[in-house]
């Protein structure tokens, strides 16, 4: 009984750790980016910008091309434009 407590808590220990990974939390770890990369970040989205930065920082984390241009311009830390041409996701969303 008490191997199988400690296989089910390993479990729920692995799949907590995976989940926080798919959503970002390892961003933290990455290299920064060469200043003036990009144009000042906002955090907050104005009521027309139907998006909002919200950790999300790869192309496969977005549902569009208009999302993924949104967070290239507007959130820090996005890892969606490898060759700096300022079109993100260039193989999955903006082709």
């Known amino acids: 009984m008490k191997n199988v407590i400690l296989l089910v808590l390993a ?4 799949w907590y750790g995976y989940s ?5 939390s390892h961003a933290s770890i ?10 000042t970040p906002t955090a907050a989205a104005s009521p027309a910008d139907p998006f909002k930065c919200d950790g999300r920082i790869y ?12 967070f290239l311009r507007n959130c820090p830390g996005t890892k969606m434009d490898g060759d700096n041409d ?3 996701c260039e193989t999955q969303w903006c082709r």
């Open 30 to 39: 990455a290299a920064p980016e060469p200043a003036g990369a990009r144009a």
């Open 20 to 24: 926080q990974y798919q959503q970002g």
């Open 86 to 88: 300022g079109v993100p």
């Open 59 to 70: 192309c496969s984390q977005m549902t569009s091309c208009a999302e993924a241009t949104y």
């Open 11 to 14: 479990g729920f220990a692995g």
